[in-house]
């Protein structure tokens, strides 16, 4: 019996004395398991490894344990209390690691950068289906405008940061891959291969670019190899989708609007200029539309209607007859557009390393097919990372890239000649056939019983043309080569046994990018604008080198609680451009290419362009236990731009900031996880103009004088000329609260002195303008960009970003005179940038139908004495007044992105509130101008005055009255974007296990889907400049792909 108990005691005693704990290790950001992360007992060697479902068993744990220590790599380490059944969530590094912020010549924690900047992860650039990463940057940074003016596949956005700095001079911000300026096209560069995009916004951030950083810059960081050992990791991504229009359409009139329409303007026009009687000028109007200079030719050839022209539409009434039937109805638009273009694209990238070596090898192709038949846009592109540590002290680096693209497009773009084929089939009359027609209606088809087009040899307007069958019968393309290469080498000395050298690192950059590209116009013999020359063909070809070579010497130490980051260093740019361009036309018959074939020379140049600058520069960055922190910079720049006096600009920037989150005061306040405040201020420079040679004379020759050839003076010197100079103040607090809200907010002043201009010249001597430092302008504004955490500690996720952005612009002083006006702009102290300059609408006369002004008469000092109303243009035109600019009052985007277990689901919608724009496409539709005969009407033009007492706001119709521009033509520019939706499924790593991968994503993404308006048809982000184009739209791509790790 004692015997019994003893052996049960000693069995309860020794079950007390060891611990059995089974659970399961996953991941916070996808709730997926994680297989592999280590499980130990904390003090002990006993410890196990989560399986393939993310599950551990550990058994004869000591009683006196009470801690698991749980570690993944790229996980945060964590520790638990020892409990029979556990659940692990563990976080990314990503998530709690201080953010790494590339800088210029270097990087920042971002909690120690005293500067203004915003980081774009190459998660977020790879949802964007876009071929130009510039245009990834719209709607995911405070206080960037991005317009992508052109729907041609390859094109590139206009990116503006904090507003309009400069009138003549560039406006565009710099773009630096891997550490070296860029001077490539953008289009060259694989958004794939992108690791990051940092966007600098204030002077403390820009300031040590000097002359180049004036504008912002755009910090692109391509990926990297990583040191795995043998390992080497295989990514391959493919995408397939289609594109199509991503705006409605105008609302234009059909074949019985535009008749009716057409002969009210006939019959106006008889009875204005010529006097005829109301009484028969109707009938006179039905024999003028099939006259020689009639809509419907002379034949009637152009009448869709089954009836001829006297029967057709009632001479009293100007209605069409109800029993006539339309033998065709062909719509261009229709035919210009293809069919849901197909878009396909590949990647594949190896990355790998050892313990001293690392690198990556990636290749691309991407063939994107146009909104317009026949253009399109293809791209080879191939990239190679390598980085070395051949000694403790010793770090090189290459990185390289080489990309080839093709681009088919239409030639003509944004033109308002015939040869624009989006102009010409958007404003065709609906009564003209794209293709031939019997006299039936029936398809008038060739020996081979295919349609054939039809030309309008007879059409009062844009005869002997077709746009769509130029798409077919003329060629327009260019091809790019871009290579690009940076390399490094540094010495370093991070360890103790360097002595009084520790801290000392001198790295050596080089960067070298070459651009090369061929392009070729052709205009057949047979059809459109050529004809007349028997054909033309143009060839150019153009090459561009640039190189930059710079020194650094850094020190970095830290003494106790302070710490020191120096940098010197010298920079050398150089870049060099070349040109030709030759035209020949009188071709023997068509499809010849070549300049040779052709007979006659009828343009020819060529040129060479050589710019440089040399730089000194350096910085200073301290912090105080990383509690306070200064930075200062300092750069001198000489540029070739400039007379030898005046090539020197000086450039620098001073930034603080205090971390208000680390004082003992709020020790105790766990909800504030982070306050920081900020402030900057700097003076960078501009001298990006037009011309490489503007303060020197310059001339052109070849012009013949008899038999001897000439020159003629084509610019005037001023060796006066100067650097633009950018003050820019930058004022921002930073706060994480509750762990889950984030916010930034900032406020900046930017004011541009010696602003870069043409200034107008008097004619008598022989310039319509020179070069010249003339004013200043200013732009003020607030940004505000808040993040929050909706939904975070739970299996479903949701983060919800707003941007919001306001901008002022104001010149506040022109040199010489108050104000410039040019056509309908005008540049006025006190004004903005860009303001259109138009009469005042007074309405339209009820009475006649004309179109009515306000004026107003003014004393000596200005004050209004009398207002009144005319219909007197000539008056109207000396009485005009600022009409408004484009630049919005609100502008910026909402982000939502979902995450549940393996889905993810991301909506980027962009915004912009106030602000006008001038349409030009909707103004020629509504005849505004001139009223061209053979052009659509837009819909609106239905509401016209008719009849004395009609009341509206659209004139009378009539060929010979020009229907003028007035303020009442400026429209809304405030819009609203769906820019992007993805959503995706990444497959559990249990199952990509069992079958060898490391991942498997399966998306699907809508890019550029919609946008809304003021106006159906017009594309309110074309321009930052307020007019918009005769260009074809952006178009929308949906597609859906897949991406796989092994």
Do not use: C
């Not at 990926?223 to 080497?232: A, F, S, V």
């Not at 006097?275 to 809509?295: D, N, R, W, Y």
């Amino acid at each position: 019996m004692l015997l019994l108990t003893y052996i049960f005691i000693s069995i309860g005693l020794v079950t007390a004395q060891n611990q059995r704990v089974t659970g399961i290790v996953v991941s916070e950001e996808d709730g997926q398991p994680i297989i592999g992360a280590s499980v130990s007992v904390k003090g002990t060697s006993v410890g196990a490894i989560s399986d393939i479902d993310g599950r551990f068993s550990i058994s004869n744990i000591p009683s006196s344990a009470k801690t698991l220590v749980i570690s993944y790599i790229g996980m945060v380490t964590q520790e638990v209390a020892i409990k029979q059944n556990v659940k692990i969530v563990l976080k990314s590094n990503a998530q709690v690691t201080d953010e790494v912020v590339v800088v210029a010549y270097g990087t920042a924690k971002k909690s120690s950068f005293t500067g203004s900047a915003q980081v774009i992860k190459n998660d977020q650039i790879e949802k964007r289906v876009v071929a130009n990463v510039s245009k990834a940057l719209d709607g995911v940074v405070a206080g960037v405008q991005s317009t992508a003016g052109s729907g041609q596949p390859g094109s590139g956005a206009s990116v503006v940061i904090r507003g309009f700095g400069s009138i003549n001079a560039s406006n565009n911000p710099l773009y630096v891959v891997d550490g070296i300026p860029f001077d490539g096209n953008i289009s060259s560069i694989n958004p794939n291969d992108i690791e990051s995009m940092t966007v600098l916004k204030d002077a403390s951030a820009g300031a040590l670019y000097g002359a180049r950083g004036a504008n912002g810059v755009v910090m692109i960081t391509t990926k990297r190899g990583k040191n795995e050992g043998d390992k080497i990791d295989v990514n391959l991504k493919a995408n397939w989708g289609v594109t199509s229009r991503s705006l409605k359409r105008y609302n234009t009139v059909n074949e019985k609007e535009y008749l009716e329409l057409a002969f009210e303007a006939y019959k106006n026009e008889l009875i204005n200029t010529n006097g005829v009687a109301p009484s028969v000028a109707g009938t006179q109007a039905l024999a003028k539309m099939a006259g020689g200079e009639g809509i419907l030719g002379v034949n009637e050839e152009y009448n869709p209607y089954d009836s001829p022209i006297a029967q057709l539409i009632d001479p009293s009434t100007g209605k069409l007859n109800s029993s006539a039937n339309l033998k065709y109805h062909e719509n261009w638009m229709d035919e210009l557009q293809a069919d849901s273009p197909l878009r396909q694209e590949y990647q594949l990238a190896f990355t790998g390393g050892s313990k001293k070596t690392k690198y990556l090898a990636s290749m691309g192709y991407l063939n994107e097919g146009g909104l317009l038949k026949t253009t399109s846009f293809e791209r080879y592109s191939g990239r190679l990372n390598v980085d070395s540590e051949a000694k403790d002290w010793l770090k090189s680096g290459l990185s390289s890239s080489f990309a080839q693209y093709k681009s088919n497009y239409a030639a003509g773009a944004g033109t308002t000649q015939n040869s624009n084929v989006w102009y010409s089939a958007q404003f065709m009359a609906p009564i003209y056939p794209v293709y031939m027609h019997s006299a039936d209606g029936g398809l008038a088809l060739n020996s081979d019983g295919n349609k054939q087009f039809d030309y309008g040899s007879n059409r009062v307007n844009q005869s002997n043309w077709n746009p769509i069958a130029t798409l077919y019968d003329d060629k327009a393309e260019t091809l790019v080569d871009n290579m690009s290469a940076r390399t490094y080498i540094t010495l370093h000395a991070d360890d103790d046994k360097y002595g009084f050298l520790k801290g000392f690192n001198f790295t050596t950059n080089f960067g070298l990018d070459y651009y090369s590209a061929r392009g070729a116009e052709y205009a057949n013999p047979y059809n459109g604008n050529a004809v007349g020359v028997s054909g033309r063909l143009t060839k150019e070809s153009s090459r561009m080198l640039s190189y930059t070579f710079n020194q650094l010497l850094t020190y970095n130490r830290t003494f106790n609680d302070h710490s020191f980051d120096i940098l010197i260093g010298h920079e050398y740019y150089a870049l060099k451009t070349n040109y030709l361009s030759a035209q020949k036309t009188g071709f023997p018959f068509g499809g010849l290419y070549e300049l040779a074939a052709a007979s006659t020379l009828t343009d020819g140049t060529s040129y060479e362009d050589n710019y440089s600058i040399d730089s000194y520069l350096s910085r200073l960055n301290y912090n105080y236990k990383e509690k306070y922190y200064l930075s200062g910079s300092f750069r001198t720049d000489g540029s070739s731009r400039f007379y030898e006096d005046q090539r020197w600009g000086t450039f620098w920037s001073v930034g603080g900031s205090w971390r208000i989150s680390r004082e003992s005061f709020l020790s105790d306040v766990n909800w504030i996880n982070n306050l920081t405040l900020k402030a900057s201020y700097g003076i960078q420079g501009n001298d990006a103009l037009s011309s490489y040679y503007p303060y020197q004379s310059l001339y052109s020759l070849g012009y013949p004088n008899a038999s001897a050839s000439g020159a003629m003076i084509s610019s005037l010197e001023n060796k006066k000329l100067k650097w633009e100079k950018n003050a820019n103040l930058n004022i921002g607090v930073e706060a994480t609260l509750f762990d889950r809200l984030y916010l930034t907010f900032e406020y900046f002043n930017k004011n541009t002195k010696d602003l870069l201009m043409k200034m107008p010249k008097a004619t008598s001597t022989g310039f319509d303008s020179y070069w010249n430092n003339i004013g200043k302008v200013r732009n003020t504004g607030v940004e505000l960009s808040v993040k929050v955490d909706v939904l975070k500690n739970t299996p479903l996720k949701w983060s919800f970003t707003a941007m919001g952005s306001h901008v002022k612009n104001k010149i506040i002083k022109l040199a010489d005179k108050p104000e410039i006006i040019s056509g309908n702009i005008i540049l006025k102290e006190g004004e903005a940038i860009n303001s259109f300059y138009l009469p005042t609408s007074a309405g339209v006369d009820p009475l006649t139908g004309n179109q009515l002004y306000l004026i107003k008469e003014k004393d000596a000092d200005g004050n209004v004495t009398k207002e009144y109303k005319s219909s007197n243009y000539s008056l109207a035109l000396s009485n005009r007044e600022i009409a408004g600019n484009r630049i919005p009052d609100l502008y910026g985007s909402f982000n939502n992105e979902f995450k549940y277990k393996g889905f993810d689901l991301s909506l980027l919608t962009t915004y912009s509130i106030g602000g006008k724009i001038y349409d030009s496409n909707y103004n020629v539709l509504m005849g505004k101008g001139i009223l061209y005969k053979g052009t659509t009407f837009h819909k609106n033009l239905l509401r016209r005055w008719q009849n004395p007492g009609d009341i509206t706001d659209v004139p009378k119709l009539a060929w010979d009255n020009n229907i003028n521009v007035t303020n009442k033509d400026m429209l809304d520019a405030s819009y609203f974007s769906i820019k992007n939706i993805t959503v995706g499924y990444t497959l559990p790593k249990s199952l990509l296990k069992k079958i060898g991968f490391e991942s498997i994503r399966i998306f699907g993404t809508a890019d550029n889907l919609a946008v809304f308006s003021h106006l159906d048809g017009m594309d309110p982000q074309y321009s930052l400049s307020g007019t918009t184009n005769y260009v074809y739209t952006p178009s929308k791509a949906i597609s859906i792909g897949i991406d796989v790790k092994f």
